[in-house]
């Protein structure tokens, strides 16, 4: 079991015929997933080869899905483009895009994620995040393939780069589903979306979850963990020493006064009963202390 991508996921890529699409296509196939075409506007009817693979190109979202019964999206086009893109996917009922883009305007994102609510038929994930993955059965965006396998714990993460060092940590026990649901003000999938998704997959037997300073998604994390989560929860707050004030890194991160600090993510989570670690190797063990590892 998984969340939201297995074997059975069919994945087309928006921009596949870019340089990052590119590239990311030829590593996703790699690690096994089943890409069946991409979509670039005017170079329908033309076929890539990606390492021995020719895959078709279309036009549009809808003739891929017509065409190779493709249920999930992941979209590389360049933050100029990335509205129309997944507007595009939106109109053909994609039930997942992934958008990996990072730097579109955040009215663009807003936009979207607005028109994806009220059409009703598609989950976005991102944007401005490394992606999904489900080790051994598919790999949709940018996460590194080789640094874990697939086990029980679910992870969940604002944040790339903490997504691949979780995993590696904790590569020795593996990974239903690791979700990276990106940094940006206005995102998809949010915690409390996957941490449902972990909760109802049999499979999944603990769940990490991975914050960061700025805005209030880690304690409103917190209290449907409180109300709804009966599995062990563990979870990491970037940004203990960030300055007041400031924005860091990513778009969304912002502290103001105690409001979005790492401290009171901390104290909200654990509150709810997550252990929360100092570092990401203190969030491994303590993982690993919960399933008596």
Avoid at 16 to 33: F, N, P, Q
């Amino acid at each position: 079991m998984a969340i939201f991508i297995n074997s059975e996921s069919k994945v087309i890529v928006q921009g596949m015929t870019g340089s990052e699409g590119t590239k990311h296509t030829k590593r996703m196939l790699k690690a096994g997933t089943n890409i069946v075409g991409g979509v670039t506007p005017g170079k329908g009817g033309q076929s890539v080869d990606m390492d021995g693979k020719a895959l078709p190109v279309f036009n549009t979202v809808a003739e891929a899905m017509a065409a190779t019964g493709a249920n999930v999206s992941v979209v590389f086009v360049p933050p100029k483009f990335a509205k129309a893109a997944v507007i595009d996917a939106i109109d053909a009922k994609m039930p997942l895009v992934v958008v990996i883009t990072e730097g579109i305007p955040v009215h663009d994102s807003a936009y979207f994620y607005t028109y994806a609510a009220e059409k009703g038929s598609t989950r976005l994930v991102g944007p401005n995040c490394p992606g999904v993955i489900s080790p051994g059965l598919s790999n949709v965006g940018i996460i590194p393939a080789d640094i874990t396998g697939s086990g029980p714990i679910g992870l969940v993460s604002k944040s790339g780069t903490l997504t691949y060092q979780l995993m590696y940590e904790l590569r020795d026990i593996g990974f239903t589903t690791a979700v990276g649901i990106g940094g940006d003000p206005v995102i998809g999938t949010t915690h409390i979306d996957c941490l449902k998704a972990f909760q109802d997959d049999p499979d999944t037997k603990a769940i990490v979850m991975i914050g960061e300073i700025g805005g209030d998604a880690e304690e409103r994390a917190a209290a449907f963990i409180k109300e709804y989560v009966t599995k062990p929860v563990v979870g990491y707050v970037a940004g203990f020493t960030a300055p007041e004030g400031k924005t860091m890194g990513h778009a969304g991160a912002i502290v103001s006064g105690s409001s979005g600090t790492a401290q009171a993510k901390k104290d909200a989570l654990e509150a709810a009963g997550v252990k929360v670690g100092k570092t990401p190797s203190e969030t491994a063990n303590l993982l690993r202390q919960v399933m008596g590892r």
